[in-house]
């Protein structure tokens, strides 16, 4: 079964751009969760998306949003980037029902200049 | 905000030794897991823990629960020099059968030496 996969893995924006994440998980999870892990904060939940659903959203600005199709892929957006927008952004695939064991892409690795 | 604590910070031992991880954290918690990060990739699943399980194992790995104590351990028994990672717990705070927010400690830096 193929992983989760994320795109692009690196990315370079400017201050003021937006910019959007996409990841595709495993086949037959329906629950994406999303991440942002600096060396100052670590790893911090962004949101989870279930079914098409945000079930779950973390402490961030409204700059940060996301949303999941019918076939389970989701995007996230961040507009409006900030410097400290700079980060890895992981994406996790879950089963979602009954299953808690979440598994991690890659990663986008986003510089904000 | 940080549920799990981890310690220590970073772990140097020598190839065939056992490392031992320990996680704090401060809410209850339906269960809690362990996760591996190599070099700034993405997370591996090691191993979950339930609420109610005090002791679990999974090849060279075995992980404690003491809810009363709010602290987990993670030990790798004959480390070898692919364990070199950074090693992190996981809860998720929620009531309920469960939740898939998770929340990150700092993690435990391991270095194997070959």
């Known amino acids: 079964k193929a992983g989760v996969t994320q795109t692009p893995r690196y990315l370079i924006k400017t201050r003021g751009q937006q910019v959007t994440l996409s990841c595709s998980p495993i086949?037959?999870?329906?629950?994406v969760s999303w991440y942002q892990q600096t060396p100052g904060q670590g790893l911090q939940f962004l949101f989870e998306y279930f079914s098409e659903t945000q079930r779950n959203k973390g402490n961030f600005p409204g700059r940060f949003s996301g949303r999941q199709f019918s076939n389970s892929r989701s995007e996230m957006n961040v507009s409006t980037l900030e410097l400290g927008d700079s980060a890895l952004y992981l994406c996790?695939?879950?089963?979602?029902?009954?299953?808690?064991?979440?598994?991690f892409g890659p990663g986008t690795r986003l510089t904000v200049t | 905000s940080q549920q799990g604590e981890e310690d220590p910070q970073a772990l140097s031992i020598q190839e065939g030794e056992n490392a031992t991880m320990n996680c704090s954290y401060k809410t209850s918690i339906n269960n809690l897991q362990w996760y591996r990060q190599n070099s700034g990739r993405g997370l591996v699943h090691l191993i979950l823990?339930?609420?109610?399980?005090r002791e679990k194992h999974s090849g060279r790995l075995r992980v404690t629960l003491d809810t009363s104590k709010k602290s987990s351990s993670l030990l790798i028994t004959a480390s070898r020099a692919a364990d070199t990672a950074s090693y992190f717990c996981?809860?998720?705070?929620?009531?309920?059968?469960?939740?898939?927010?998770?929340?990150f400690g700092k993690g435990t830096k391991l270095s194997v030496i070959p």
């Open positions: 996790a695939s879950s089963l979602g029902i009954g299953s808690y064991e979440q598994y």
């Open positions: 823990i339930r609420s109610n399980e």
């Open positions: 996981a809860t998720d705070a929620a009531s309920g059968a469960g939740s898939y927010q998770l929340t």
């Open positions: 086949s037959g999870h329906r629950s």
